[in-house]
């Protein structure tokens, strides 16, 4: 029988060891966050653009050098210019920010995650039974020593929101409310490439009402991008965000720091032509989502343990095939990360130890740190999703006890279609 009282006190204080090196973090790099050092600040310039009406010009390099110019002119002089590439309708967020001077807004951004983050893991709890009822202090120390969350704040990025749309509509797809689903992920298209993926999952499924919400809330952010910089702005943003790819600037795009596919086919000093390198990546990935998408039986609701794997396989499958992805980018994961924590956690004797690891690696932050400084490879951390992935395509192949889907048939809200 699990020691209870043991294992919280084990759990709490590794969670609380990861907060204290985020702490400290913070602390190192306090100057830079106010000097404007952090990514928050293309929000910001995005916001400035809008509010002087110059949106027809937004995906202008110039312009936006300029504007970061304005308010963090030292790191402007010193490293250059981050560029604003999210589509025009994420700037509608950030503009009445700039009304308050550049660290005010990164500090409102910073509780504005903060009440994201609360509320994500509140709409999980009905689904993380043995978290809330024998691990409660767990959800709220966990999330916050999810190294992906820290630098997710650390840097002022949108990753958290995506995280919490990310639940929302995995609460909505547990209650067969595919239309509302498929909004939450439509709401999610400022990271295209993280959500795009899964919408192909659907369709292959062949989820129409999902897919539907996608395409409704994506028709109306087409509006009003639209409207915000004009058509000729618009079809430009592609090309400018294909370029910036492309461009491979250093500190912006970084294949190396990538823990996803492109990460490990192309973060690599190899005397491999680019171009056989990206089909290498494109065929890999469509093979990958297409496998991830077999694992996943959207309408076995009743077998909650093999829908949670499925769901949790493609989620992280959704990451590793996303063409471009951070450290920060890896906050939606936390979900999948909670819904395999409960199911350990229920049954922690059973658990293999190789399960435990894997786990405790993806709350490893001086992990993260050793990837990231002296010669970065942070692409070498996708071994480790990889091997996550394997776990979750194992635990969805396993059907739950016929104990377990009559207990759970009770407890669904309504019945699958």
């Not at 400018?240 to 190396?256: D, L, Y």
């Not at 720091?257 to 492109?262: P, S, V």
Request: hydrophobic share 50%; net charge positive.
């Amino acid at each position: 029988m699990t020691n209870l009282p043991r294992l919280r006190f084990g759990l709490m204080s590794f969670c609380v060891g990861m907060m204290v090196v985020h702490a400290c973090l913070f602390w190192i790099v306090r100057q830079q966050l106010v000097s404007g050092s952090s990514d928050f600040r293309i929000f910001y310039t995005a916001g400035l653009i809008l509010g002087r009406g110059e949106g027809r010009d937004l995906y202008n390099e110039r312009l936006q050098t300029q504007a970061q110019r304005d308010f963090a002119p030292d790191v402007v002089n010193r490293a250059g210019a981050l560029p604003y590439n999210h589509p025009p309708f994420e700037a509608v967020l950030y503009q009445p920010m700039t009304y308050l001077p550049y660290f005010s807004a990164f500090c409102l951004w910073t509780v504005i995650n903060i009440l994201l983050l609360a509320a994500s893991i509140y709409s999980l709890r009905p689904f993380l039974p043995t978290l809330a009822s024998q691990f409660p202090w767990l959800l709220i120390l966990a999330p916050l020593a999810f190294s992906p969350i820290a630098y997710a704040l650390l840097q002022g990025q949108d990753s958290i929101l995506l995280l919490a749309l990310y639940c929302m509509a995995f609460s909505a797809l547990r209650r067969s409310q595919d239309l509302r689903a498929g909004a939450y992920l439509g709401l999610g298209l400022f990271k295209f490439h993280l959500v795009l993926p899964f919408a192909f999952v659907l369709l292959l499924h062949r989820r129409w009402r999902a897919l539907v919400g996608v395409g409704v809330v994506a028709a109306l952010e087409v509006a009003i991008s639209w409207g915000l910089v004009g058509g000729k702005e618009l079809l430009h943003y592609p090309d400018f965000a294909w370029h910036i790819n492309r461009q491979q600037t250093p500190g912006v795009i970084s294949p190396a720091n990538m823990a996803n596919l492109r990460g490990l086919f192309m973060g690599w000093n190899l005397s491999i032509p680019a171009h056989w390198l990206e089909m290498a990546l494109l065929a890999a990935s469509i093979g990958l989502v297409l496998w991830a998408s077999r694992q996943w039986r959207p309408t076995e609701l009743l077998d909650p343990r093999r829908w949670n794997a499925g769901f949790s396989l493609c989620v992280v499958v959704c990451y590793l095939v996303g063409y471009h992805g951070y450290n920060h980018d890896m906050s939606f994961l936390l979900l999948p990360l909670l819904l395999v924590l409960d199911r350990t956690l229920a049954r922690w004797r059973e658990t293999s130890a190789g399960v435990k690891l894997l786990l405790g690696l993806m709350f490893v932050t001086p992990l993260y740190l050793r990837l990231a400084v002296r010669r970065p490879h942070e692409n070498l951390f996708a071994i480790v999703l990889l091997a996550f992935v394997g776990y979750l395509a194992s635990a969805a192949a396993k059907a739950e006890p016929q104990a377990w889907v009559s207990k759970s048939k009770a407890l669904l809200d309504v019945p699958p279609r």
